[in-house]
């Protein structure tokens, strides 16, 4: 498969639905190990509980790992017919880096495929995500995507010429989620020369991103006094410029889960709220404000 980079060693888990792109993924890493014998695979399914025939996914993924002889990690939590998206994807993650850390792997594979890519830049585009969620979607040095540059198209050719079997996702045809919403009816209005134009624009902004995102790193570390901001510095920045330090600043922190509320709440407070105040962090954290810096308290308790 064109366009796909794989380890020749390491211990990685495999995140895997049961859906054609997971066992497709599953497939390609399994025939790749079987002339890499460093390499070592661990297959992780979570049962979201969103169906009642949500089981019968685990039952096929359980028997495809035990087919390749591969270990097979998974959880059943209960979230629900009504679950958003997104909850069900935060839950899914949280069971991805879990695993990992109890395998000992050194990261985990996803099925995200080229489709994927183009669909979470539209949805993050109407969500009003920024320069960033353009861009979400991509490798991270604990979870890798090697299929970002290969079509829907192509994994389902792979799948059917190598007689794979899959599950299909009755909730993947239901249109009051969004991303299928994007996927029946916007995506497939485009053209090839649409799609790809619209792939150089992200993979442009890419790297534009990471150029930015270098910069604001080494601006928050040339500040006065490390783990603060010198807030007349702070307070002298443009608005939206502010919120991208902020931002950069709570991910240096490894202050996750943000929201775009919190952080316009925070940069509000940083530029007007008294010295001596704190203001609530999602995780345990908060932002204190003083006359002359910023700074930010992890919460023991």
């Known amino acids: 498969m064109e366009g796909v980079t794989l380890p020749s060693r390491g211990k990685y888990g495999v995140a895997v639905s049961g859906g054609i792109d997971s066992v497709a993924l599953l497939h390609l890493l399994h025939e790749h190990s079987q002339t890499h014998r460093q390499l070592h695979l661990v297959v992780a399914h979570l049962d979201h509980g969103m169906r009642p025939d949500s089981d019968e996914d685990r039952r096929f993924v359980q028997a495809l790992a035990h087919s390749y002889g591969l270990p097979f990690e998974h959880e ?15 839950a899914r993650y949280q069971f991805l880096y879990h695993t990992k ?16 890519l183009i669909e979470t830049a539209i949805i993050n585009l109407i969500r009003g995500s920024g320069r960033r969620g353009l861009t979400s979607l991509a490798n991270r040095p604990s979870l890798l995507r090697p299929l970002l540059a290969v079509p829907k198209t192509e994994l389902q050719a792979y799948a059917q010429t190598h007689n794979l079997s899959w599950r299909e996702d009755s909730t993947n045809q239901d249109d009051t989620y969004l991303r299928n919403y994007i996927r029946h009816h916007i995506v497939p209005r485009f053209s090839v020369t649409d799609r790809r134009h619209l792939l150089i624009i992200i993979n442009n902004l890419t790297s534009v991103n990471q150029a930015l995102d270098e910069l604001l790193t080494k601006q928050l570390k040339e500040q006065t ?6 807030r007349l510095w702070f307070n002298n920045l443009p608005h939206a410029v502010a919120k991208e330090v902020l931002a950069a600043w709570l991910r240096d922190q490894s202050v996750a889960n943000f929201d775009k509320k919190t952080l316009e709440q925070l940069v509000i407070a940083a530029k007007t709220g008294r010295p001596g105040r704190r203001y609530p962090i999602k995780g345990k954290w908060n932002l204190k404000v003083e006359t002359t810096h910023l700074a930010l308290l992890h919460l023991e308790r």
Do not use: W, Y
């Not at 059943?76 to 935060?90: D, H, M, Q, T």
């Not at 850390?101 to 994927?116: E, G, R």
């Not at 006094?225 to 010198?230: A, K």
């Open 76 to 90: 059943r939590i209960n979230l629900g017919p009504g679950a958003s998206e997104a909850v069900a994807r935060e």
């Open 101 to 116: 850390q109890k395998v000992h792997a050194d990261a985990i594979f996803t099925a995200h495929h080229q489709d994927d």
């Open 225 to 230: 006094t490390p783990g603060t901001v010198t």
